[in-house]
Each structure stands twice: as C-alpha cells, then as structure tokens.
C-alpha cells in the first residue's frame, strides 16, 4: 500500500521540491484524516535516511500512477496538499507527503487498502458486518466492553472501517472502537493495527459523533 507513497517522497526528496501552499492539518506520523465534508487528508511520514529505489525508476512509477488516476477519476480526485522535509542530526532527513482526497473511495482506490467512511447505516447498506468484539470509549479513553447495537442503532452515528497499518483521526468524537485492532490516543484518534500478510486479519472500526 505504502509503496506510492514511498516512491513520491523519496523522488521529492531526492529533487528537493517543496509545495507552497499548506495542509490543513499536522501530523508527527502517517495518518488518515477523515474530515467533515467526506475528503480524506493522507498525510506520510517516512524516515528517508536509505536509498530504497532507483530514482528514474521511481519517477517514472509515480507520475504515471498519479496522473493515471486523475485521468480515470477526475480532477481533483487526488492532488497534493504539501510536501516538506526536516532534517537533524539524530533523526536524519525526514519526510512529509500530504495528499488530499476527493472521497475515501478514492484513497482506498489509489492506496489498495480497504476503507469506508460515513454514517453506520450505509455501511450496513455496503455489507459491512459489525461482528467484531467493540469498546466503548469515553473521553478518549477506550473502557469496558460495548454491545455495539446502542451506538449501530443511532441513526447519527458514523464509522470509518479501515484495513491498514496506519493512525485514524476523525472529524468528531470517537464513541466505540473495535477490540484487538486499535488503540485509543485520544477523543479524535485512533491508532490502528492491521498485517496486510495476513489473510484472516480483520479491519478496524471506529464509531463516532
């Protein structure tokens, strides 16, 4: 999932290339950012002290996955928020990739990853079975074991369903999650746990308001 990414950054670093303009949001680590009006926010942050891939190579295989997507998808399906890099002499050369999503299809799409997010109802509308054991969480902490019919049956409530490596912040606060698979940091956050190898791994979910 990670090698696109992994690709843009090290082309970028290599290049040196930094974009203008901002993101809306900061992260100290990779992270998925669910916002508000249904676009997604994939922000990488990635250690680039080693040459992992041939750069002609590389530029090459992003640009081309790039604009192969927004040429099936659309303009403004994917486009980049930021890029940037920081350097010191403990951590080495560090660096930030923002790219900004249309909608949650699009990122599962470009990063083949499995990922949904809106209300509870049209996830059960899209198959997604709710039969995992949950958590309820409380003031950002996870707490004692949830029957998740109190929060599937609010009409309000909102999930994100993840299969990937990754941390999850929401636009609203977390109020279950699915036990084994996540970590609870905080009212917004989720850090997720998922082997991509592993073929009976189950994704996350994260319940919220």
């Known amino acids: 999932m990670r090698r696109k990414l992994y690709a843009a950054l090290f082309i970028l670093v290599t290049a040196g290339i930094t974009t ?6 900061e992260a100290d680590e990779s992270t998925v950012y669910i916002k508000k009006d249904g676009n997604v926010i994939g922000a990488d942050i990635e250690d680039f002290n080693k040459d992992y891939y041939d750069e002609e190579e590389l530029k090459a295989y992003i640009t ?9 998808n659309g303009d403004g399906s994917l486009e980049m ?29 470009f990063n083949d990853v499995t990922l949904f ?16 054991n949950f958590l309820k969480v409380e003031e950002g902490t ?6 998740v019919k109190e929060l599937t049956e609010d009409e309000k409530m909102k999930v994100v369903i993840i299969g990937d490596e990754t941390v999850v912040k929401v636009d609203g606060e977390i109020q279950g999650v ?30 919220y308001l």
Do not use: W
């Not at 081309?64 to 099936?72: G, T």
């Open 20 to 25: 203008a303009c901002g993101a809306s949001f």
């Open 64 to 72: 081309e996955s790039i604009e192969s997507y927004v040429e099936s």
């Open 81 to 109: 928020e930021k890029f940037q890099t920081e350097s010191s002499e403990e951590d080495g050369v560090t660096a930030q990739l923002y790219l900004n999503y249309a909608t949650y299809i699009d990122y599962a799409l």
């Open 117 to 132: 997010a809106g209300t509870v109802q049209q996830a059960q509308q899209e198959g997604y079975p709710f039969d995992q």
């Open 142 to 147: 996870a707490a004692d074991s949830l029957d």
């Open 178 to 207: 699915s036990d084994g698979n996540t970590e609870v940091s905080g009212k917004d956050t989720v850090r997720v746990h998922y082997d991509v190898e592993d073929e009976n791994a189950q994704p996350a979910y994260i319940l």
